[in-house]
């Protein structure tokens, strides 16, 4: 399982707050990717990076943020314009950009009430 | 973009039988075909991936089938057994640097005795 760590595993909120998961892998990958998962929703892409400070929106992007500092590290911070933040968030990397199979991070179960 | 749609959405089969999973997908440009399975507040793993210059891929009890001109690829996992028993989620990747993946929305497998 090792390579990507998400923590904490559970995080409470209350709404108006953002709140920063955090995304570290040591594999050396180049691309991260944040997913967000609902129930009989599948994955849903929100942001992903291919190289060190550069990062792109995915399909669901808007109340979210990212940055990219270090390449082991991709943070997401949930802002307060999410309308809908309690989910299941999965963090994923590869190896470079032309490589295909997305390793996963155990997730972070954030609830916001 | 992209739109990966999944069928069905919950499968129970007895332990033994065999499983079928269906996809279909829009952007003709997609050229990689993965599967991921997700145990129950697990992390998604992937269990077997194909890519479009290949029509058919077996790994032991799993194979995944690909009809490019129709645009739909399927999972067949064959005497399955309780251990089989979780979310599968197949995804499209169209060509491109990022490793883009969209998912489909999940099929519930369940394996009875």
């Known amino acids: 399982d090792g390579g990507i760590t998400q923590s904490p595993k559970y995080l409470f909120r209350k709404e108006g707050q953002n709140v920063t998961l955090s995304c570290e892998q040591n594999?050396?990958?180049?691309?991260m990717y944040w997913y967000r998962q609902d129930p009989g929703q599948g994955l849903r892409l929100i942001y992903y990076?291919?190289?060190?400070?550069?990062?792109q929106k995915g399909d669901i992007a808007e109340g979210y943020s990212v940055s990219r500092e270090k390449k082991e590290s991709f943070p997401l911070t949930v802002t307060s314009a999410q309308k809908n933040p309690t989910a299941f968030y999965l963090c994923?990397?590869?190896?470079?950009?032309?490589?295909?199979?997305?390793?996963f991070g155990p997730g972070t179960r954030l609830t916001v009430t | 973009g992209e739109n990966v749609e999944q069928h069905p959405s919950t499968l129970s089969v007895q332990e033994g039988d065999s499983a079928v999973i269906k996809c279909t997908y829009s952007?003709?440009?997609?050229?990689?075909f993965p599967w991921y399975k997700q145990e129950l507040g697990k992390r998604p793993q992937l269990i077997i991936d194909?890519?479009?210059?290949?029509g058919e891929k077996k790994d032991q009890r799993i194979a995944v089938t690909l009809n490019k001109t129709a645009k739909h690829f399927s999972l067949h996992i064959t005497e399955t057994q309780p251990e089989d028993s979780a979310v599968y989620f197949c995804?499209?990747?169209?060509?491109?640097?990022?490793?883009?993946?969209?998912f489909g929305t999940g099929t519930r497998l369940q394996v009875t005795l």
């Open positions: 994923a990397s590869t190896p470079n950009t032309g490589a295909y199979e997305q390793y």
């Open positions: 594999l050396n990958h180049d691309a």
């Open positions: 990076s291919q190289i060190v400070n550069d990062f």
């Open positions: 952007d003709s440009a997609s050229n990689y």
């Open positions: 194909i890519r479009s210059n290949v």
């Open positions: 995804a499209a990747s169209p060509t491109g640097t990022a490793s883009k993946l969209t």
